[in-house]
Structures are given as structure tokens and as C-alpha cells.
């Protein structure tokens, strides 16, 4: 169920225009700005996913939210594995690049790339465009995501396709266990706390407070065949759901369940 208040109180209102809003609108402006002309020496991306990095720790922070991760461990249990997580606001993408330790590839909606900045990055750093609407494109766009796993590079996939309009999950596409199977790596389940309540869609003032990113237990998918997705896209979907829950059964089980504080 969603804390966050309807209607908003003025004062988290005036907030948002008068901090939040200018800070990480010169934020995104300025890391951009040197993510592109950094692009044209950083071949590997490297400096780019750094400058994305500390991008994403300050939106957090100017935010006004504090940000942890359970299970961070699992994060390093394979070098090369597809991560997967529900879509729940505009804010899941700096969360991702705050919390996760390593460079990744990601597979977002292709209508990103326009927006400046935003776009300009996506590009110029080897982000995967994806049409969510176009099935054959689609197709294509999955191609270059198995070729970025077989090179050695994670990819990071909202498998829901768009961002859910009341805070539950919504079904899944096949994309992220289709490209698990082909790539033969393992498909590691993550859950978004908090960040809907921080900026639902459809809605322009920021509601702070505790961000949690749980980290579930690495689905291995080697012997799978692509015949097998949709049976292990519905068990990704289970875990990320479990996750979600305020005590995951999946994390007490296994003992698993160190917090670690991310500070901008």
C-alpha cells in the first residue's frame, strides 16, 4: 500500500520546484555534458558509467532519500549474469546505476533516446534501444543484448516493459529470460522498495524517504532452451515478488541479509 498522500502537502510541493527539480535538472545537464565529450576517448565506457554512477548518487541524494541494498552480495556472485527489476517510477534508473557496483548494459524503451541528455548518454555509452511495440524490433534489439552478454558484459532489463500505474507488478515480457536462455548466464531477480511512494507515474512532486534495492538469489539458466522462457519468466516474476515483501522469505532462508547504506 502506498504512503505517499493524496493531495500532497504544499510543502513537499514547493520543495520539489524549488530544490529538487533545479538541482537534479543541472545535475543531469552537467554529467551529460562530460559524459558526451568523455565518449569520444572512453571506447569501453568505463569513464561513462563512472560519470553515471555519481549522476545517479546525487539525484538520490538531492532527492532527499536515503538508499540501501539487501542481498548485495548476490550482485557478485557471477561476472556476467542479466539483472531484472520491477518498474515502479522515473527514479528506478538512478537507483539502478547508484546501487550496482559494476558496468552494465541496459535494454530501455527506444522513446528515451530523444531527450537530451538522457538520450544523448544512452547513446553515446552502448545502451541497447528497445520497441516495445514493435515485435520484429524488438527481436533485433534482444540480438545486441546477447551479443553484449557474450562479450562480458551484464545487461539490465525492467521486464514489466513500462512503469506500473498503482505500485504492483505488472505481468512481465519474455525479454529478460529470453536473453538469459540464449546468453546462458544466470538471471538475477531485484526489487524496488520505496520509489514508487518517491514519484508515481503521472505525478511531478517528489515524496522522500527510504529507498530499498533487494538483491534475490541468481536463477541459473544453463542446459535452457528458449522453449523454457516463459516458464522461467514467470519464475523471475515470482521472485521479484517475493522480494517485495517487508520480510523476504528468500533472504531469511538463506541467511542472507546484509544491509549496506549508499551515500551520494
Known sequence: MSRRPNPMPWFYRWRTN????????????????????????????????????????????FAGCSLKVRGAENLRKYPVAVYAANHTSYMDTPVIFAALPFQFRILARKQLWPIAFIGWYLDRSGQIPIDTANPH??????????????????????????????????????????LAIRAQVPLVPIALSGVYDLLPIH????????????????????????????????????????????????MTESGEDKVIQVDA
Open 203 to 250: 505525478t511531478r512532486h517528489f515524496y522522500p524517504g527510504e529507498l530499498t534495492l533487494s538483491v534475490g538469489e541468481p536463477i541459473e539458466t544453463k542446459g535452457m532452451t528458449p522453449r523454457q522462457t516463459n516458464e522461467l519468466t514467470a519464475e523471475l516474476r515470482l521472485a521479484i515478488q517475493s522480494l517485495l515483501e517487508p520480510y523476504s522469505s528468500q
Open 137 to 178: 524490433a524488438s527481436m533485433a534489439s534482444l540480438g545486441g543484448g546477447v551479443k553484449a552478454l557474450r562479450s562480458g558484459v551484464p545487461i539490465f532489463v525492467f521486464p514489466e516493459g513500462g512503469r506500473t500505474s498503482d505500485g504492483e507488478l505488472r505481468p512481465f515480457l519474455s525479454g529478460a529470460a529470453y
Open 18 to 61: 524549488a530544490l529538487h527539480v533545479p538541482l537534479m535538472a543541472m545535475t543531469t545537464i552537467v554529467c551529460g555534458s562530460i559524459s558526451l565529450l568523455v565518449s569520444f576517448v572512453d571506447k569501453q565506457g568505463r569513464a561513462q558509467h563512472r560519470i553515471a554512477h555519481v549522476w545517479a548518487r546525487a539525484l538520490v541524494f
